[in-house]
């Protein structure tokens, strides 16, 4: 899958949680990411997110940084 389009489907479940506060947000869309995407989406999306994540929006990826420590 391209990078620009797991960018696309972490900012729309990024999107679904943006009625919540700032916590419930990054803490509902890691779970919604370990929940559904496979690790190989995963992996895609960390690699892209140690070259910068350009794209990401800021809840998304502050909710895939706390997931990779997570599962560490």
Same mark, same amino acid.
């Given at each position: !899958? *391209? ?5 696309? !489907? ?5 999107? =679904? =949680?943006? @009625?919540?506060?700032? #916590?419930?947000?990054? /803490?509902?869309?890691?779970? @919604? &990411?370990? *929940? =559904?995407?496979?690790? +190989? !989406? &995963? /992996?895609?999306?960390? /690699?892209? %997110?140690? /070259? ?5 929006? #800021?809840?998304?990826? +502050?909710?895939? #940084? +706390? %997931? +990779?420590?997570?599962?560490?």
């Amino acid at each position: !899958m *391209s990078p620009e389009k797991l960018v696309y !489907m972490a900012n729309q479940i990024g999107k =679904f =949680f943006a @009625h919540k506060d700032e #916590e419930a947000a990054v /803490a509902g869309i890691a779970e @919604h &990411l370990q *929940s =559904f995407w496979e690790k +190989r !989406m &995963l /992996a895609e999306i960390y /690699a892209y %997110l140690d /070259a910068g994540g350009a794209g990401l929006d #800021e809840r998304p990826k +502050r909710a895939l #940084e +706390r %997931l +990779r420590e997570a599962v560490k």
